[in-house]
Nanobody, 124 residues
Framework: QVQLVESGGGLVQAGGSLRLSCAASGRTISSYAMGWFRQAPGKEREFVAAITSTGGSINLADSVEGRFTISRDNVKNTVYLQMNSVKLEDTAVYYC?????????????????WGQGTQVTVSS
């Protein structure tokens, strides 16, 4: 079993930056692909970013391309989401997820473990 705990959320002004962290425990995630998803009020959970187990390849949603990036530190068993130039529409609960595969995916159903989420609120 893998436990995932997100942190780093909060209130940020539009145009600002925020870095989310996802700390894993229970076992090493070095062989797992990792992803970030988000869910805004009244909307379905959507893909944001994903990274392969080695960190050699990433995948970003079109809506965050050029503004967000995902990275990982397998020694620290942690994954990060760097959010730059945030917009009002980035307001959501952000979830970290682990996939028991080396290959990243943008599909929610392909992830096996989920964190509880961290709230990000962007103000004008």
């Amino acid at each position: 079993q893998v436990q995932l705990v997100e942190s780093g959320g909060g209130l940020v002004q539009a145009g600002g930056s925020l870095r989310l962290s996802c700390a894993a425990s229970g076992r090493t995630i070095s062989s797992y692909a990792m992803g970030w998803f988000r869910q805004a009020p009244g909307k379905e959970r959507e893909f944001v970013a994903a990274i392969t187990s080695t960190g050699g390849s990433i995948n970003l949603a079109d809506s965050v391309e050029g503004r967000f990036t995902i990275s990982r530190d397998n020694v620290k068993n942690t994954v990060y989401l760097q959010m730059n130039s945030v917009k009002l529409e980035d307001t959501a609960v952000y979830y970290c997820a682990a996939r028991v595969s080396r290959w990243a995916s943008s599909k929610l159903a392909e992830y096996d473990y989920w964190g509880q989420g961290t709230q990000v609120t962007v103000s004008s």
